[in-house]
Every structure is written in structure tokens, then in C-alpha cells.
């Protein structure tokens, strides 16, 4: 739609839903909230700054001194030299095809990750791999920093993919509201999460659940250290961050030691009671896990412990984890936990009941849709097959060779020689920043597609400028939505930039083996054969999608997916018929003692739940006394954008929230800008004192960009120049984000 001004006014989607969209020539210039959202995120407004920011990156640029000698030194400080595409690309291709040659493609790692746009067809993860794959194959990762621990320990106790089971198998919120009475949740259910989701969510409703929620009178518990993880309205239970474990052991000691287990339930449904209870109650270790024994380390009242558990006991309850409680030391044991304490409540498989995972996480879990998939770029097949998990790209890189475990195998971490990145910054997401920038300067070459200059851009030694998702055509869709977009291109391409696709055509020409990634198709036939593919799915499934070319004159649509019985979990069949609807695993039930785990010797994750302490914590708080959590931030997504926040005055450093009394015990006022620190790094935040945190807890959001490597400080506040490198356990190898401890200071003049 145009006016007679030359300004044009259209809709796309994004990550964060689906927005208008004014262009003038070659610019945006404004956007608005899409008409059918009805609690639309505020992302869109830094849109038209950061597209047209003066840290995109506008030419090829290689690093000098890589370019002159190849050396790594420099790496993250050195200036870049601008050079044509065709000269570019032809550098490029020689160093791939030399190290595949060399050293063989097990030296090359494909570290794209994903968020990187909500288009299906310029999905840089996808595209990466393709080219990689077509390549001769790369190192590949496995599970991602949000869930990567939850995806390695779960399968083994429900017995399917963790990721197949949030999506697909969960309650959707209308059947949690027609049914449930008490909804706890271990980590919140946080609405500002639930702005974001993979490929967008169009209609935000998280907000509105709750409101229905109090309305119709459930008890509404939120278990965490921050009230502000959960809607207004709710209980807050401020336990201490980790402690969740012994919380959920305490109350299931009450059950037990009250005559409140569903022991019916256990013996049709589960595997391994018999085995965990001597734990539990204290015959096994000489320690019952009574409410006495969990108030300690929770921080939690005794009385309170046992009321919840009784409450819980006597009414319909769904318990409810936040992704953030595996993403910490030990991280599986609350997961699993929760499977058992949900089974000795006897109510797994019953509608609004029983457990569920990452409600609130993004937004789409909870929506009641028919599963439709499709208009997915074909990745190919990995000829090398090996992989890390997703956070021990640090391990790999400083310790090549070196023997670890992960989920039952034992590795040899690759001798990585080059590093692809497209799609994604680890100088936001990893942990230890610090040590990152250690082992980054390990590879003899890095090659990054990217739209600005982040801190990943600043560290690699080939930088490709690549499109944003508002400079190329493609199709929004989310298997979690139920809208369908057409995203026009909105303006030409920002500088020399090239969609990734064209970028990996180029490399593919030069290397031979252009036939295997283009197939001799431009990204604008790609785009509309994979829509057809999808289009032909939809009508097996009785869904009629318009065809491309109307779908382009429409932009958008609302697809008729919107379940009609709303109660999609898998495991409502089993509990009608455990015997002829078993579940995979090996005792065809839920398993609350694993042979197969127990079977690994792993003393960090034995075959049933325990209570481990993490290294670091408020229970063992010493010259850093404050316990770090860093949630996902509220303005943006992951570091997506902030080049134009970082702009706006007051802005930067990021804010810390601090309870009132440990800010006062420091001297540390309101607003003022103060020194996070610990063994691993420092940073600036902003002090935000408020109520809303316990004491002993400090909260500062991820996504400010990580400064640079001479400094003593990170400028803006990124939380991983602090955070804790190790993985959840030998099981998992997932992120240990949440388990940090810090102090926090007054800014030295």
C-alpha cells in the first residue's frame, strides 16, 4: 500500500510477531503494532535505526594481518580491509578448500545458530549447513544453550524428544484454564519470554491466560528468586537460585510421609519408585528430605513446604518449569524431579495436569494448534557425523583431543582448523566471555556472515556482509502460530550486503559444487517450490493456504489450525492405556529410575533424582557473596538490534536489579552505575533497586554487546563476561549460566 507521498506501508514478521512497516525509497522509516496482536511487543520501534545503523557492515572485509600473513594474532583488535566481492569470495573459497584438504572436514567447525530470522528459505542456520554439507561436512553441535541440558536428560525419562514433547505433546492453555486449580511454577511464566518465538508468534496471549486465570480463582504459585518471573497476581515463593531440587524432594517427602502418594499411579505408570524412596525418605543416605532439611538450603519456611504439598496434593495441579532452571549446575535434577513429583501426585495424563515445560519460555507453548509443517531448506546429509554439545565450544576449541563425556559416549573433542559462522554472536550467548576470546584465537580461520558489527564480526578474519530479513523476500511461518505471512523485500540491500544464500552460491561456484547447494536454482525459485511443497501438505491435512502469488498480494493470513480439542499430550493415551499406548523408554513407562543412566556411572547424575549442590551459590557464597541470574532481556531479542539501543541516551549499561537492603549494605544508590565483578571478569550496569528480587540475588539481562578484549571491564553490561563455563553434568554438557556468584561495587573514578 502506497500514499502519494512515495511512502509505502506493508506487514512482516519477525521473531517478536508480526508488525507494519513504513519505507520511503531506500529506507524504513517507521513501524506500528500489527492490528490483530493484542499485547504487541515494542521491538519493532528500534527496527528502522538498527537496519540503517552505522555499524552495519558494508563492504567484504578481511582482517590485515590475516590477509597479509595468516596470522591469528590480532584477532578481535585489528583493523579490516575493505576488498570487492568476486576478490572475497575467491580468498574465502581457497581457505575452505584448503583446510577440507589439508586437514579433512572434521577441522571445520559449523557454529551457526539459530533466531537469525522468521523467514523459512533465509534461515541462516539452515543455509550454513547446506553449504557445509554440500562441502564435504563440518563439526556440527548439538541441542542449544535454552534447552541443550533439558534435550539430553529428558528422552530418557519420557522417552521422546524433548523438543517433539514441548511443542506437540503439551496442554494447551485453554484445557490448563477449564481444568486446573493450581498452577506451579518452578522458574515463573514469564510474558516478556513469551513475546519471542522461533519464526514469530503473531497474537500474544500469555498476559491474557493469567488474567483468566485469576479470574476464575486458581492459585497461581510462583517459585523463584524474582516476583516479576510471573504475571501480577500470582503467589511468590523467593527461593534461593538452584535450590529448586530440594524444594520439589521436600515436598514430595511430605506426600509420601503423609500417606499422599498416588502409590496406584506409580506402580501402572512409573519405573523405579522402589529405588528412589529409600533416598528420599532418608533410609539410603541417613537424610530425610523433610521440609527442615530443604528450609536451609531453599530458604523456604517448613510450614510452607508442607501446606503447598498438601494443597497440591487435594487439587487439580499442573507444575510448571521455567527453561532457566536446567540452564545452571545440575540442571537435569529439577527436570527430573519434576517427573516424579508430578507422578507421586498421581495426576500425569489427566487434562491441566500433571507436567509441562517452557510455558511462558516463548510464546506459541500453550496454543492449541493442528501441527502443520513444511517450507524447510533441504540441509542435506553431514558425511563427517560428529558433534559437540552446544556450549562446549570453548572446551573444543582450547582442548583439541582432549577425552570428555556426554549422555552415555565418550569423545575426543576435534582439532578445529576453520570456524563458519552465520546467524548468530557467541560473544552474546556462550559463557566465560573472557575464556571464549582465549579459544577463539585457537582456529586458523574465521569466516562470518553478518548483518553489523558485533563482537563475533570484530573477531573473525573473513566478514561477509549479509542481509537483514526486511532486504530480501521470504514466507513467516511458525508451527507454533497460526498466521502465515508473505515478507516482501521492504528495501534494497543495505551497503554491498548479499542474502546468505547468494553468499554460499558464490563460495559453492568457486569450490565445484555449486550443481549440489544451488541445484540450479536462485533463492527466488526456492522459495516459491518450497511453498508449494508446504501448500500440498496443508491440503492432505484438509487446510487450504492461498497459492504464492496470492499469498504475495495478501501479505498475511490466518490459518484455520486452531485445535478444536485442545488437550494434545501424549500422555493422556498412556494413562488410558499404559499397555497398549506405552511410551519409549525402556520400561515402556515413565522412568524415575533409569538402568540405562545409572548404567553411565555418572556421579553427577545418578539413576534417580538427587539433591547436588552447585559450585556456586548462595549456599557456599564467599568473597563473592551475591548470586547472578541473567534472564532474557525485555527490550529486544538476544543481542539482535542493540546496536540502536546502546544509542539511547541512559540506555547503557544494562540495568541490575538489586534488592534495596543488599544495595544499601554496599552504599550503591538507585541508578547509579556500579562494577559487577567476580575471578572470571568485571562489568558496568546501572543499579535498579527494587523489592522484586530477593536479597542475595542480582538480575542483569543477557544481549548487551561484549566490549573489547583490552579492557578491564565490559563497557554495557554482559552478564557472560561472569558466568560460569562448565557443563550441567557429563549426562547434559548443557550451559551453566544461572550458576554464578558475584559482587557488586562502586565504579572506581
Given amino acids: 500500500m502506497a500514499d502519494g507521498s512515495g511512502r509505502q506501508t506493508r506487514v512482516t514478521s519477525s521473531h517478536w510477531g508480526a508488525f507494519e512497516v513504513d519505507t520511503e525509497g531506500d529506507r524504513i522509516v517507521a513501524t506500528r503494532p500489527f492490528a490483530a496482536d493484542p499485547d504487541p511487543h515494542d521491538v519493532p520501534s528500534i527496527v528502522p535505526a538498527a537496519v540503517h545503523h552505522r555499524s552495519r557492515v558494508a563492504r567484504p572485509?578481511?582482517?590485515?594481518?590475516?590477509?597479509?600473513?595468516?596470522?591469528?594474532?590480532?584477532?578481535?583488535?585489528?583493523?579490516?580491509?575493505?576488498?570487492?566481492?568476486?576478490?572475497?569470495?575467491?580468498?574465502?573459497?581457497?581457505?575452505?578448500?584448503?583446510i577440507r584438504k589439508t586437514h579433512g572436514n572434521e577441522a571445520i567447525f559449523g557454529g551457526s545458530y539459530g533466531w537469525s530470522s522468521a523467514g523459512r528459505f533465509h534461515h541462516a542456520q539452515s543455509q550454513a549447513h547446506r553449504f557445509l554439507n554440500a562441502a564435504g561436512g563440518y563439526v556440527a553441535s548439538f541441542g542449544s544453550y535454552s534447552t541443550g541440558c533439558a534435550q539430553a536428560i529428558m528422552p530418557h525419562v519420557f522417552g521422546v524428544n524433548f523438543l517433539q514433547f514441548l511443542y506437540e505433546h503439551q496442554d494447551g492453555w485453554p484445557t490448563i484454564h477449564d481444568n486446573a486449580e493450581t498452577l506451579v511454577m518452578f522458574g515463573g511464566i514469564n510474558p516478556k519470554n513469551s513475546q519471542v518465538s522461533m519464526g514469530g508468534v503473531t497474537e500474544h496471549e500469555t498476559a491474557g491466560w493469567f488474567e483468566k486465570f485469576r479470574a476464575k480463582g486458581m492459585r497461581l504459585v510462583n517459585i523463584g528468586p524474582q516476583r516479576t518471573d510471573a504475571p501480577e497476581g500470582c503467589e511468590w515463593l523467593p527461593i534461593r537460585p538452584g535450590s529448586d531440587t530440594a524444594l520439589m524432594l521436600a515436598l514430595a517427602y511430605v506426600l509420601e510421609a503423609e500417606g499422599l502418594t498416588d502409590h496406584a499411579f506409580l506402580e501402572r505408570y512409573t519405573s523405579g519408585f522402589e529405588r528412589f524412596r529409600p533416598y528420599l525418605m532418608g533410609e539410603s543416605d541417613g537424610t530425610p528430605k523433610t521440609p527442615e532439611w530443604a528450609a536451609p538450603l531453599c530458604e523456604a519456611d517448613p510450614g510452607t513446604i508442607r501446606e503447598l504439598a498438601r494443597h497440591m496434593a487435594r487439587t487439580r495441579t499442573m507444575i510448571t518449569l521455567a527453561w532457566s532452571l536446567q540452564r545452571g549446575e545440575h540442571g537435569e535434577q529439577p527436570y527430573w524431579m519434576s517427573v516424579v513429583l508430578a507422578s507421586m501426585l498421581g495426576q500425569i495424563g489427566l487434562p491441566g495436569a500433571g507436567v509441562g515445560y517452557g510455558y511462558g519460555a516463548i510464546g506459541g507453548v500453550g496454543k492449541p494448534l493442528i501441527g502443520l509443517n513444511g517450507m524447510t531448506l533441504p540441509q542435506g546429509e553431514n558425511p563427517v557425523g560428529r558433534f559437540i554439545p552446544v556450549a562446549r565450544i570453548a572446551d573444543m576449541l582450547l582442548n583439541p583431543g582432549a577425552a570428555y563425556d556426554f549422555n552415555g559416549r565418550r569423545e575426543a573433542y576435534p582439532d578445529i582448523r576453520l570456524v563458519y559462522w552465520a546467524g548468530g554472536n557467541p560473544f552474546h550467548h556462550h559463557q566465560d566471555l573472557n575464556r571464549l576470546h582465549e579459544a577463539w584465537q585457537r582456529p586458523e580461520t574465521i569466516i562470518v556472515n553478518e548483518p553489523w558489527w558485533t563482537a563475533t564480526a570484530k573477531r573473525a578474519d573473513i566478514v561477509f556482509p549479509a542481509t537483514t530479513p526486511y532486504e530480501r523476500q521470504d514466507i513467516g511461518r511458525s508451527p507454533l502460530d497460526d498466521y502465515l505471512f508473505y515478507m516482501p523485500a521492504l528495501i534494497p540491500p543495505v551497503g554491498e550486503a548479499r542474502d546468505d544464500y547468494d553468499i554460499f552460491a558464490g563460495l559453492s561456484e568457486r569450490m565445484g559444487i555449486s550443481e549440489t547447494f544451488t541445484e540450479g536454482r536462485t533463492s527466488d525459485e526456492w522459495i516459491p517450490l518450497l511453498y508449494a511443497q508446504y501448500r500440498e501438505n496443508a491440503a492432505g491435512k484438509g487446510i487450504e493456504v492461498p497459492t504464492f502469488e496470492d499469498l504475495q498480494e495478501r501479505n498475511w493470513m490466518r490459518l484455520p489450525i486452531r485445535a478444536e480439542a485442545p488437550n494434545r499430550t501424549l500422555l493422556a493415551p498412556f494413562r488410558e492405556d499404559p499397555e497398549g499406548a506405552p511410551l519409549p523408554t525402556p520400561s515402556g513407562k515413565l522412568e524415575i529410575f533409569s538402568e540405562v543412566i545409572d548404567g553411565f556411572g555418572y556421579a553427577d547424575c545418578p539413576g534417580h533424582p538427587v539433591w547436588l549442590p552447585p559450585q556456586e551459590w548462595l549456599g557456599a557464597a564467599g568473597e563473592h557473596p551475591l548470586h547472578l541470574v541473567s534472564p532474557q532481556p525485555g527490550d529486544k531479542l538476544h543481542s539482535q538490534l542493540e546496536c540502536a539501543l546502546a544509542d539511547i541516551e541512559g540506555a547503557r549499561p544494562v540495568a541490575l536489579a538489586i534488592h534495596p537492603e543488599d544495595a544499601a549494605a554496599r552504599g550503591i544508590a538507585d541508578r547509579e552505575v556500579v562494577k559487577v565483578f567476580n575471578s572470571r571478569g568485571a562489568c558496568r550496569a546501572r543499579a535498579a533497586l527494587t523489592g522484586d528480587i530477593r536479597r542475595g540475588v542480582v538480575a542483569m539481562p543477557t544481549g548487551a554487546w561484549f566490549g573489547d578484549p583490552g579492557g578491564n571491564i565490559d563497557p554495557d553490561g554482559n552478564p557472560n563476561v561472569l558466568t560460569l563455563d562448565v557443563g550441567t553434568s557429563r549426562l547434559g554438557q548443557g550451559c551453566s549460566a544461572h550458576s554464578a556468584l558475584v559482587e557488586v561495587g562502586k565504579l572506581e573514578a
Fill in 61 to 98: 572485509s578481511i582482517r590485515k594481518g590475516w590477509l597479509e600473513t595468516r596470522t591469528r594474532e590480532g584477532r578481535g583488535s585489528e583493523d579490516f580491509v575493505e576488498l570487492p566481492w568476486d576478490e572475497a569470495l575467491d580468498i574465502a573459497a581457497e581457505e575452505i578448500d584448503r
